[in-house]
Nanobody, 127 residues
């Protein structure tokens, strides 16, 4: 049974930090990467960052590069998104997702290449 549970969201002021967690269970052999996406009200789902299950490859959207960091804790089977220097435009529901694409270059930013999704956690950044 696949389960992804996000946590760590909240209401913060601009410039603050949050760390989002994604607890993963039911991992299958074909899982290739974990991604973070976000969706603001009235907007399309947007890629934030991703990390491969094997190795340390990471990739970030330009809008968060240098501010956000994705990491794993293998012992806890958990993926994290460290969010620093938060801006009001970061306000969104944040989702973690399982990438099953098997090709980093072609799949990493494409939501349709992620087969399993968590329920999301709300991040709100005030001015």
């Amino acid at each position: 049974q696949v389960q992804l549970v996000e946590s760590g969201g909240g209401l913060v002021q601009a410039g603050a930090s949050l760390r989002l967690s994604c607890a993963v269970s039911g991992r299958s052999f074909n899982w290739y990467a974990m991604g973070w996406f976000r969706q603001a009200p009235g907007s399309e789902r947007e890629f934030v960052g991703a990390i491969r299950w094997s190795g340390s490859n990471t990739y970030y959207a330009d809008s968060v590069k240098g501010r956000f960091t994705i990491s794993r804790d293998n012992a806890k089977n958990t993926v994290y998104l460290q969010m620093n220097s938060l801006k009001p435009e970061d306000t969104a529901v944040y989702f973690c997702a399982v990438g099953v694409f098997g090709d980093w270059t072609l799949g990493v930013t494409r939501a349709q290449k992620y087969g399993y999704w968590g329920q999301g956690t709300q991040v709100t950044v005030s001015s």
